[in-house]
Protein backbone atom coordinates (compact mmCIF):
# COMPACT_ATOMS: atom_id res chain seq x y z
CA UNK A 1 0.00 0.00 0.00
CA UNK A 2 1.72 3.57 -0.63
CA UNK A 3 2.12 5.74 2.24
CA UNK A 4 0.01 8.93 2.30
CA UNK A 5 2.27 11.64 2.27
CA UNK A 6 1.85 15.36 3.50
CA UNK A 7 2.74 16.86 -0.03
CA UNK A 8 3.07 16.17 -3.44
CA UNK A 9 6.46 15.40 -4.85
CA UNK A 10 5.95 16.46 -8.50
CA UNK A 11 9.03 18.66 -9.53
CA UNK A 12 6.82 21.24 -10.28
CA UNK A 13 4.85 20.96 -7.09
CA UNK A 14 8.22 21.19 -5.63
CA UNK A 15 9.41 24.18 -7.33
CA UNK A 16 5.90 25.64 -6.51
CA UNK A 17 6.17 25.14 -3.07
CA UNK A 18 9.84 26.79 -2.25
CA UNK A 19 8.75 29.10 -4.28
CA UNK A 20 5.97 30.07 -2.28
CA UNK A 21 7.34 29.74 0.74
CA UNK A 22 6.08 28.68 4.23
CA UNK A 23 4.27 31.73 5.33
CA UNK A 24 3.38 33.06 8.71
CA UNK A 25 1.57 30.55 11.18
CA UNK A 26 0.19 31.86 14.11
CA UNK A 27 -0.94 28.98 15.91
CA UNK A 28 1.77 29.23 18.40
CA UNK A 29 0.19 32.81 19.04
CA UNK A 30 -3.49 31.02 19.71
CA UNK A 31 -2.34 28.22 21.61
CA UNK A 32 -0.28 30.33 24.22
CA UNK A 33 -3.41 33.18 24.20
CA UNK A 34 -5.86 30.30 24.65
CA UNK A 35 -4.30 28.61 27.33
CA UNK A 36 -3.20 31.47 29.70
CA UNK A 37 -6.37 33.01 29.14
CA UNK A 38 -7.80 30.17 30.30
CA UNK A 39 -5.65 29.29 33.03
CA UNK A 40 -5.41 32.92 33.94
CA UNK A 41 -9.04 33.07 34.54
CA UNK A 42 -9.61 29.33 36.39
CA UNK A 43 -7.08 30.80 38.75
CA UNK A 44 -8.97 33.80 40.29
CA UNK A 45 -12.41 31.26 40.20
CA UNK A 46 -10.69 28.80 42.41
CA UNK A 47 -8.90 31.06 44.60
CA UNK A 48 -12.55 33.04 45.36
CA UNK A 49 -13.74 29.46 45.90
CA UNK A 50 -11.03 28.78 48.40
CA UNK A 51 -11.71 31.66 50.24
CA UNK A 52 -15.41 30.87 50.46
CA UNK A 53 -16.50 34.01 49.04
CA UNK A 54 -19.89 34.45 46.60
CA UNK A 55 -19.88 33.77 43.14
CA UNK A 56 -20.19 37.41 42.15
CA UNK A 57 -17.16 38.45 43.09
CA UNK A 58 -15.25 35.35 41.41
CA UNK A 59 -17.06 36.96 38.25
CA UNK A 60 -15.81 40.72 38.83
CA UNK A 61 -12.62 39.68 39.49
CA UNK A 62 -12.57 37.39 36.83
CA UNK A 63 -13.85 39.59 34.09
CA UNK A 64 -11.04 42.60 35.65
CA UNK A 65 -8.24 40.23 35.37
CA UNK A 66 -9.23 38.86 31.72
CA UNK A 67 -9.57 42.27 30.15
CA UNK A 68 -6.50 43.52 31.87
CA UNK A 69 -4.34 40.04 31.21
CA UNK A 70 -5.48 40.04 27.55
CA UNK A 71 -4.44 43.02 27.14
CA UNK A 72 -1.28 42.89 28.43
CA UNK A 73 -0.73 39.21 26.77
CA UNK A 74 -1.69 41.29 23.36
CA UNK A 75 1.02 44.19 23.43
CA UNK A 76 3.59 41.75 24.71
CA UNK A 77 3.62 39.49 22.21
CA UNK A 78 3.20 42.41 19.51
CA UNK A 79 6.45 43.91 21.15
CA UNK A 80 7.85 40.15 21.10
CA UNK A 81 7.32 40.06 17.28
CA UNK A 82 7.96 43.43 16.27
CA UNK A 83 11.80 43.10 18.48
CA UNK A 84 12.23 40.29 15.63
CA UNK A 85 11.52 42.37 12.83
CA UNK A 86 13.70 45.10 14.06
CA UNK A 87 16.71 42.76 14.70
CA UNK A 88 15.98 41.10 11.17
CA UNK A 89 16.18 44.74 9.87
CA UNK A 90 19.13 45.62 11.74
CA UNK A 91 20.87 42.40 10.51
CA UNK A 92 20.09 43.50 6.71
CA UNK A 93 21.24 46.83 6.70
CA UNK A 94 24.61 45.56 8.59
CA UNK A 95 25.15 42.77 6.13
CA UNK A 96 24.56 45.27 2.97
CA UNK A 97 27.54 47.35 4.34
CA UNK A 98 29.56 44.87 5.13
CA UNK A 99 29.25 43.58 1.44
CA UNK A 100 29.59 47.13 -0.05
CA UNK A 101 32.69 48.04 2.21
CA UNK A 102 34.21 44.77 2.98
CA UNK A 103 32.86 42.41 -0.02
CA UNK A 104 36.22 39.79 0.06
CA UNK A 105 35.34 39.39 3.35
CA UNK A 106 32.07 38.92 3.13
CA UNK A 107 33.21 36.10 0.19
CA UNK A 108 34.82 34.34 2.29
CA UNK A 109 32.73 33.63 5.14
CA UNK A 110 30.32 32.59 2.32
CA UNK A 111 32.74 30.16 1.34
CA UNK A 112 33.90 28.89 4.80
CA UNK A 113 29.71 28.39 5.65
CA UNK A 114 29.80 25.90 2.98
CA UNK A 115 33.21 24.29 3.31
CA UNK A 116 31.21 23.92 6.81
CA UNK A 117 28.44 22.08 4.39
CA UNK A 118 30.78 19.84 3.07
CA UNK A 119 31.25 21.36 -0.70
CA UNK A 120 34.61 21.46 -1.56
CA UNK A 121 36.85 22.79 -4.50
CA UNK A 122 35.35 23.79 -7.72
CA UNK A 123 31.54 23.01 -6.67
CA UNK A 124 32.45 25.18 -3.73
CA UNK A 125 33.42 27.97 -5.87
CA UNK A 126 30.65 27.97 -8.31
CA UNK A 127 28.73 28.29 -4.92
CA UNK A 128 30.10 31.37 -3.78
CA UNK A 129 30.07 33.00 -6.89
CA UNK A 130 26.56 32.14 -7.66
CA UNK A 131 25.79 33.50 -4.71
CA UNK A 132 27.85 36.77 -4.67
CA UNK A 133 26.80 37.44 -7.74
CA UNK A 134 23.11 38.71 -6.45
CA UNK A 135 23.47 41.16 -3.78
CA UNK A 136 20.03 39.98 -2.23
CA UNK A 137 20.80 36.36 -2.27
CA UNK A 138 24.11 37.29 -0.89
CA UNK A 139 22.51 39.14 1.79
CA UNK A 140 20.11 36.81 2.50
CA UNK A 141 22.12 33.49 2.87
CA UNK A 142 24.47 35.55 5.59
CA UNK A 143 21.49 36.29 7.76
CA UNK A 144 19.69 32.96 7.37
CA UNK A 145 23.28 30.87 7.56
CA UNK A 146 25.58 33.55 9.79
CA UNK A 147 22.58 34.42 12.44
CA UNK A 148 20.01 32.00 11.67
CA UNK A 149 17.30 33.73 11.57
CA UNK A 150 14.26 33.31 9.16
CA UNK A 151 13.85 35.75 6.15
CA UNK A 152 10.57 36.93 7.27
CA UNK A 153 8.57 35.77 10.25
CA UNK A 154 4.84 36.70 11.60
CA UNK A 155 3.29 40.26 11.27
CA UNK A 156 3.33 41.89 14.44
CA UNK A 157 -0.02 43.29 14.94
CA UNK A 158 -1.70 40.18 13.63
CA UNK A 159 0.58 37.98 16.02
CA UNK A 160 -0.67 40.25 18.88
CA UNK A 161 -4.10 40.59 17.85
CA UNK A 162 -3.86 36.56 18.00
CA UNK A 163 -3.02 36.68 20.95
CA UNK A 164 -5.32 38.75 22.53
CA UNK A 165 -8.31 38.01 20.96
CA UNK A 166 -8.27 33.95 21.78
CA UNK A 167 -6.75 34.97 25.43
CA UNK A 168 -10.50 36.80 25.77
CA UNK A 169 -12.54 34.12 23.59
CA UNK A 170 -11.09 31.08 25.59
CA UNK A 171 -10.71 33.25 29.14
CA UNK A 172 -14.09 34.01 29.62
CA UNK A 173 -14.80 30.41 29.13
CA UNK A 174 -14.81 29.10 33.12
CA UNK A 175 -16.91 32.81 34.13
CA UNK A 176 -19.60 31.87 32.02
CA UNK A 177 -21.64 29.47 34.53
CA UNK A 178 -21.42 32.63 36.57
CA UNK A 179 -24.22 34.06 33.97
CA UNK A 180 -26.67 31.04 34.40
CA UNK A 181 -29.58 32.25 36.90
CA UNK A 182 -30.54 29.16 37.82
CA UNK A 183 -27.13 28.16 39.64
CA UNK A 184 -25.96 28.78 42.75
CA UNK A 185 -23.40 28.67 45.93
CA UNK A 186 -20.67 26.07 45.21
CA UNK A 187 -22.69 25.03 41.95
CA UNK A 188 -21.06 28.23 40.04
CA UNK A 189 -17.50 27.23 40.66
CA UNK A 190 -18.42 23.21 40.01
CA UNK A 191 -20.02 24.51 36.72
CA UNK A 192 -16.71 26.79 36.10
CA UNK A 193 -14.37 23.69 36.84
CA UNK A 194 -16.35 21.75 34.44
CA UNK A 195 -15.95 24.16 31.72
CA UNK A 196 -12.48 24.73 32.08
CA UNK A 197 -11.61 21.20 32.09
CA UNK A 198 -13.37 20.85 29.17
CA UNK A 199 -11.82 24.16 27.30
CA UNK A 200 -8.15 22.82 27.97
CA UNK A 201 -8.37 19.14 27.26
CA UNK A 202 -9.87 20.66 23.82
CA UNK A 203 -7.42 23.70 23.61
CA UNK A 204 -4.48 20.50 24.10
CA UNK A 205 -6.37 17.94 21.81
CA UNK A 206 -6.74 20.66 18.67
CA UNK A 207 -2.54 21.00 19.16
CA UNK A 208 -2.20 17.55 18.63
CA UNK A 209 -4.63 17.12 16.08
CA UNK A 210 -2.76 20.38 14.21
CA UNK A 211 0.90 19.06 14.64
CA UNK A 212 -0.03 15.48 14.23
CA UNK A 213 0.89 14.10 17.34
CA UNK A 214 -1.17 11.98 19.77
CA UNK A 215 -4.21 14.23 20.14
CA UNK A 216 -5.70 12.78 23.77
CA UNK A 217 -2.61 13.10 25.46
CA UNK A 218 -1.56 16.49 24.52
CA UNK A 219 -5.20 17.32 25.47
CA UNK A 220 -4.55 15.44 28.73
CA UNK A 221 -1.24 17.34 29.12
CA UNK A 222 -2.59 20.62 28.58
CA UNK A 223 -5.59 19.65 31.29
CA UNK A 224 -3.27 18.61 33.96
CA UNK A 225 -0.87 21.96 33.73
CA UNK A 226 -4.10 24.17 33.70
CA UNK A 227 -5.76 22.03 36.86
CA UNK A 228 -2.34 22.15 38.18
CA UNK A 229 -2.43 26.27 38.78
CA UNK A 230 -5.88 26.60 39.78
CA UNK A 231 -5.38 23.82 42.57
CA UNK A 232 -2.81 26.14 43.76
CA UNK A 233 -4.78 29.17 43.25
CA UNK A 234 -7.28 27.02 45.21
CA UNK A 235 -4.90 26.56 47.75
CA UNK A 236 -3.72 30.14 48.03
CA UNK A 237 -7.33 31.10 48.61
CA UNK A 238 -8.13 28.91 51.26
CA UNK A 239 -4.69 29.36 53.27
CA UNK A 240 -5.68 33.09 53.15
CA UNK A 241 -9.35 33.21 54.14
CA UNK A 242 -8.73 33.80 57.89
CA UNK A 243 -7.16 37.33 56.57
CA UNK A 244 -10.77 38.46 54.62
CA UNK A 245 -12.44 38.53 58.27
CA UNK A 246 -15.81 39.88 57.89
CA UNK A 247 -15.87 39.83 53.46
CA UNK A 248 -16.59 36.29 53.92
CA UNK A 249 -20.09 35.87 53.12
CA UNK A 250 -20.75 31.93 52.09
Given at each position: MKASLEHSHD?????????????SSYLRDAI??????CVTTIAVVASVAGAGLPGMIAFVLGVASLVADALSMGVSN????????????????????????????????????????????????T???????????WVDTMIKEEYGLALDGPTAWKAGCATFSVFMGVGALPLLPFLVPYLSGAEYF????????LALFGIGWIKGWV???????????????????????????FFLEPMLGDLRLG
Open positions: KEDIRKRLRDGHGLGGIDGYQAVKSDEEARERLRRQEEKHVDIVPDGEREEIREIFRAKGFSSDALEIVETICADRKLVASGVVTALDTRRFQAGLETLLMGGGAAAVAFLFG
